[in-house]
């Protein structure tokens, strides 16, 4: 009989940290696979940097005075500005986190 594991779900930054450690970092790559670490570290990878992602947008929103207010009275704007500062946030995501 197979023993269920539970499938571990990696995202899309789990993806990009995977992929950066296939190509920039051979050696930690597979010592990663050999040692059945990677996918539980790759988890962990996503859940911090979508974490991040989150908070920096919300930051960079607050931080330029993006309120509700807007978003009632003007959404078109204020979905230009959100999707501004996540495409920022995802930025400084993948140099901290996914590129380090």
């Not at 899309?12 to 296939?22: D, F, T, W």
């Not at 990878?45 to 979508?50: E, H, P």
């Not at 500005?81 to 995802?90: I, P, W």
Request: hydrophobic share 35%.
């Amino acid at each position: 009989m197979e023993k269920n594991k539970d499938k571990i779900v990696i995202g899309q930054y789990g993806r990009m940290k995977e992929l950066y450690l296939k190509y920039n970092k051979p050696k930690e790559y597979r010592r990663m696979v050999k040692e059945d670490e990677l996918n539980s570290f790759l988890h962990k990878i996503d859940i911090i940097a979508s974490e991040m992602e989150e908070d920096l947008a919300v930051r960079l929103a607050k931080g330029s005075g993006l309120t509700e207010e807007i978003k009632n009275t003007d959404p078109e704007r204020w979905i230009g500005l959100m999707n501004n500062f996540r495409m920022c946030a995802r930025e400084m995501v993948i140099k901290d986190i996914i590129e380090e």
